[in-house]
């Protein structure tokens, strides 16, 4: 791994770590120096990348979390924090429930697995993080929408609601939190991923469409598209940047 | 003024309306639905036949600032999950009521939802999700005929305090004093049916 040290002496925490986007996410902060806290839902998932950072020479601890309940991501920032004695970037990225369905049809599981991991893990983690996000001087929050939470959803509907939602939340707490110094900022993310993958097995028509709408021509790698997005929100250059949707998506999506 | 023809009231009369929410935006909603000619029935009242269905819950008495440190889980409740739960079910609803003849969702929210709001996070949360409601029903709904579009008001009507929550914008309104009647009454209207996950916002300006 090539530590540039961007994050260097940083602390972050990236939910649903353990795979796609926040798998990504977590691999580019702890290659930008930043010591990492993969929380992740399942240690199967979660332990083994943070145990390929380490052997990359990065710094990473696993922190079994489940986002859909307040106490466990209170006791993750808790953990992190008695483990490496501060809290820098909050990354709520974790996500579960997105399954297509006619709005008449969904079940309730649905969405409430939708709802909580979105708007609900993100006042969560939110209000965990802000005491040390506070305390930093380059405290970051950094929540991961989708452009879908932009357009609206034929095929999931109450997916860009659940998305939608955290981008309302961001500008809020960019206004709230913004006399303390931190910044509050969302990334709309289309990258390659399990979750992706399992949505192209239920739209199939899906990839054909999303390609032939992306400039860029291909979806994007959740380590360099996504993460190095990410590392520049969490480091030292976005420190102006606050109550922003970055969409990273090829260009697909140009409605901002 | 010519009286409009028999033509031109069926396709810009609003016909039979379910105003959905309590407080003074659906009230102002709901009369001047009223007098331009619409049916107006309430969420409980059994009907035959509905044209429209407005989404209007935003009520000053509820909408009600908190700090986000001191935000609970209950508060998170009342503004995002029972706001949202109440327009899926409305919007289902609706769809059920217009009976395989399409009609119009009108979807209101405050413009916190665009813009954010200090001490609103919660109640903006609800606002975007409701946005974004009016955005997949009008992709999923549109080809039974179902128009979804979202009617979008000036903070300072429906949250209990604006002030807190920031401004919108730099500028005056451009058009102080503009009131929506005329705008939800032309969405709930088979006029408005070939737009589909539109938002119109009738704020004097304020958001654009």
Redesign the interface.
Known sequence: MDVTGRLEGRVAIVTGAGQGVGEGIARKLAAEGACVVIAARRAATGEPVAESIRAAGGVAECIVTDVTERAPIEACVAGTVGRFGRLDVMVHNAFAGGVASRLEETPADVWFQMSRTSAWASFWCAQAAHPHLEASDQGRLVLVTSPSGVEGSANIPLYSPAKAAQRAMAKSLAREWGPSGITVNCIAPVAETPALAGAFEQVPELRGAIEARTPLGRIGDPVADIGGVVAFLAGPDAGYVSGQTIVCDGGSFLGL | MAEPSSSEIATTAPGRVRVVGTGPLADELSEALRRRGADVVGADDGIDRLDAMVFAPWDPAVVRPV???E?T?AD?DRA??QT?DAA?DA??AA??DFAGRGGRIVLTTPT???????????W??????????????????GPEGISVNSLAVDPARVLADAVV??PVSIAAPAVPGAEPGDVVAFLCSPAAAGLA?QTLTVDGGLWM
């Open positions: 700090p986000f440190d935000l889980d998170f995002w999950q949202m899926i919007c289902v769809r059920t916190t939802a665009f813009a954010g709001g200090a001490e609103y996070a919660h903006a949360a609800a606002a975007e999700g409701v946005h974004l409601l009016a955005k997949s029903t009008a992709r999923q709904w929550a920031g996950g």
